[in-house]
């Protein structure tokens, strides 16, 4: 049975070199009260050291919470995970080749504990390949201290895959909402599952150690079955949580609404103002379709659910979110990758089964840096380490794949008179380049897949075409040459058949999306 043990006792099992595995998505599933204890008696003794930590998804407030407790030089020796944006202070580690660091697609993270706990060979799939994480690039390495190759390149019946190797796992630390006294774990108020079954197996076949973290203690037998989601057996020690240590997501400590506790009218969200970011989610949310399965990323991306929500579209498909929520509509900003009003919630890797095997429609994605070739790169610039999150296994096997961006960074400013738009300032940075810094989406495999790619900016629409990007729309009174071309860094290929973006996009008020959508039916 399992044991009820403090944050600080919890601390203490840590030791130097242990390799420990942590379930996160921001704060959403993030064990803060244990992480707290953690570093302080790393700060107050120099224990735990080398560490090696591994998560599947983003990792904190972007500030000092979730993985920000391990950045600290000594603390950690390697680092794998999907994205570690959010933690800055990890982040700085690695850019100052003071830790190892590997950063894989968060489909093949997740699927990877579900291999460890079967003691399988690792994840063998199409997913990453002619991106960064296929070894005849970077492999996932992220720096010049990281040498180890946890990727390989092998041919099954003449096709390529790449083979993701698996490593053994000491420790794991999971989130739940209750705990009954035989170590039985529900996620009640949790705004999703996770991979907190697969990681702590791994562990306990490992003959590893199993800690929770959960906000109430039940009597045995008391705990619906069907509602457990961790059994009893797989749990050693379970730490209580203050409610400021256990939000649901990096700003919200509880709303029903994103638990399956409530349901909330969309109406009532405050609607997006219009900006750059309100016209490229406008052209973007025409490409949805009724009864389509449709991802939305983070970011520019997320706008096209709040138009979506805007325009009364939501009930007519299915949002997803990649970390296991059907229907509803993906929250915004520091409460992302939540969702409100889901209809159903599953593992956090059963829904890569679905993505990866082609479930998906249409995603929606943002777009930092783009090439002529079509490739994206949206996980390391310059120095800066961030990671992909769910960014390769979504555009590598969605149907049609929408990026969303502003044609320049850093310092643009515009004005929407209301039938176009008006670009006061450029920014300093031009994001389509002639080669991106690294390859998150490769143009040329979205070629071999007859994919369907579109980048959308709030003043010209492209779309990839015989591996070429190709500029297909432009926004009311702009120039070709002098509004869209001057500020990349290649010449694209201008469709013959050019047109205008829709100046109802560009109007204060819209309310044209349901009929579009319909018309698809």
């Not at 060979?121 to 040498?147: C, F, H, S």
């Not at 019946?157 to 190797?165: A, M, S």
């Not at 400590?253 to 506790?261: E, M, R």
Request: proline content about 5%; overall charge negative; charged content about 25%.
């Amino acid at each position: 049975m399992a044991k009820v043990i403090t944050a600080e006792q919890a601390a203490e099992l840590f030791k130097d070199g242990m390799n420990v595995a942590w379930t996160t998505t921001g704060l959403c599933g993030f064990c803060e009260e244990v992480a707290i204890a953690v570093e302080k008696r790393f700060l107050e003794t120099g224990h735990p050291r080398n560490l090696f930590n591994t998560h599947s998804s983003g990792c904190g407030d972007h500030k000092e919470r979730g993985m920000n407790h391990m950045g600290h030089e000594g603390m950690v020796r390697k680092h794998i995970a999907g994205h570690i944006g959010e933690a800055p202070k990890l982040g700085q580690l690695v850019t100052e080749n003071k830790i190892e660091c590997h950063l894989f697609p968060q489909g093949v993270m997740v699927h990877l504990y579900r291999q460890m706990a079967g003691k399988k060979v690792g994840v063998i799939t199409e997913v990453g390949l002619g991106t960064y994480a296929d070894p005849r690039q970077q492999g996932g390495k992220q720096n010049e201290v990281t040498k180890d190759d946890m990727v390989e390149l092998i041919t099954i019946d003449g096709k390529e895959y790449l083979h993701y190797k698996t490593w053994p796992l000491d420790m794991c630390i999971i989130r739940g909402s209750f705990a009954d006294e035989r170590g039985n774990i529900t996620m009640d108020t949790e705004c999703m599952i996770l991979e907190a079954f697969h990681m702590a197996t791994a562990v306990k076949n490992n003959g590893g150690i199993v800690i929770a973290q959960v906000e109430h203690l039940a009597k045995s037998f008391t705990l619906h079955p069907k509602r457990v989601k961790v059994p009893g057996p797989l749990v050693d020690y379970i730490v209580l949580a203050k409610p400021q240590n256990h939000l649901q997501t990096r700003v919200t400590y509880y709303d029903p609404a994103l638990c399956g506790d409530s349901r909330k009218p969309l109406d009532s969200l405050q609607p997006m103002p219009l900006d750059e970011r309100k016209i490229v989610a406008r052209r973007a949310a025409m490409e949805l379709r009724p009864n389509a399965v449709v991802n939305m990323g983070i970011g520019m991306a997320d706008g096209v659910a709040a138009v979506a929500a805007e325009e009364g579209v939501t009930d007519y498909m299915f949002l997803t979110t990649e970390l296991g929520n059907f229907g509803g509509m993906p929250a915004k900003a520091g409460d992302f990758p939540a969702s409100w009003n889901s209809e159903a919630c599953v593992d956090h890797g059963y829904m890569f089964d679905f993505y990866d095997g082609g479930g998906l429609d249409l995603c929606f994605l943002g777009l930092a840096q783009a090439d002529k070739k079509g490739n994206l790169n949206v996980h390391k610039f310059g120095p800066k380490v961030v990671g992909p999150g769910g960014f390769v296994n979504i555009s590598s096997t969605a149907k049609k794949v929408i990026f969303c961006g502003t044609l320049t960074a850093s310092g643009d400013e515009y004005e929407f008179p209301g039938d176009t738009v008006k670009v006061v300032k450029n920014g300093k940075i031009n994001k389509f380049v002639d080669h991106v810094t690294q390859i998150t989406f490769s143009g040329e495999y979205a070629t071999k897949r007859g994919q369907k790619v579109l980048y959308v900016t709030e003043r010209a629409v492209f779309t990839l075409e015989n591996g070429e990007m190709t500029l297909i729309e432009i926004a009311p009174g702009m120039d070709v040459e002098k509004d869209v071309i001057a500020y990349m860094d290649f010449r694209p290929r201008v469709s013959p058949n050019l047109k205008e973006m829709p100046k109802e996009i560009f109007a204060p008020s819209w309310g044209k999306l349901k009929d579009m959508v319909l018309a698809k039916a």
